[in-house]
Nanobody, 125 residues
Framework: QVQLVESGGGLVQTGDSLRLSCQAS????????VGWFRQAPGKEREFAAA????????RYADSVKGRFTISRDNARNAVYLQMNSLNPEDTAVYYC??????????????????WGQGTHVTVSS
């Protein structure tokens, strides 16, 4: 079992950047594929980005492509989400999630078994 803790959220203005971190503990993090999801108030949880076990492959939702970058440091048991050019539509709770299909990039939240508690991101206009 792997435990995930997100950090780095906060209140920023349109155009600003934030870097979210997902710290893992428990089993070796390099065994897991990881994704970032987000849930805005009153909306369903949606996929943002995914990364495979090595960091060599990534996948992004169209809404964040070109602005967000997912990366990982397995030596530190961490995955990051660099978010640039933020706008109010990015306001949401951001969740880190992991699945055991280390080679696969998944966008379906139902296929992720392990979840963090979330970190709030608010972008003001």
């Amino acid at each position: 079992q792997v435990q995930l803790v997100e950090s780095g959220g906060g209140l920023v203005q349109t155009g600003d950047s934030l870097r979210l971190s997902c710290q893992a503990s428990g089993r070796p993090f390099s065994n897991y594929g990881v994704g970032w999801f987000r849930q805005a108030p009153g909306k369903e949880r949606e996929f943002a980005a995914a990364i495979n076990y090595s960091g060599g492959s990534t996948r992004y939702a169209d809404s964040v492509k070109g602005r967000f970058t997912i990366s990982r440091d397995n030596a530190r048991n961490a995955v990051y989400l660099q978010m640039n050019s933020l706008n109010p539509e990015d306001t949401a709770v951001y969740y880190c999630a992991a699945h055991s299909g280390a080679y696969v990039l998944l966008s379906d939240a139902a296929q992720y078994r392990h979840w963090g508690q979330g970190t709030h991101v608010t972008v003001s206009s």
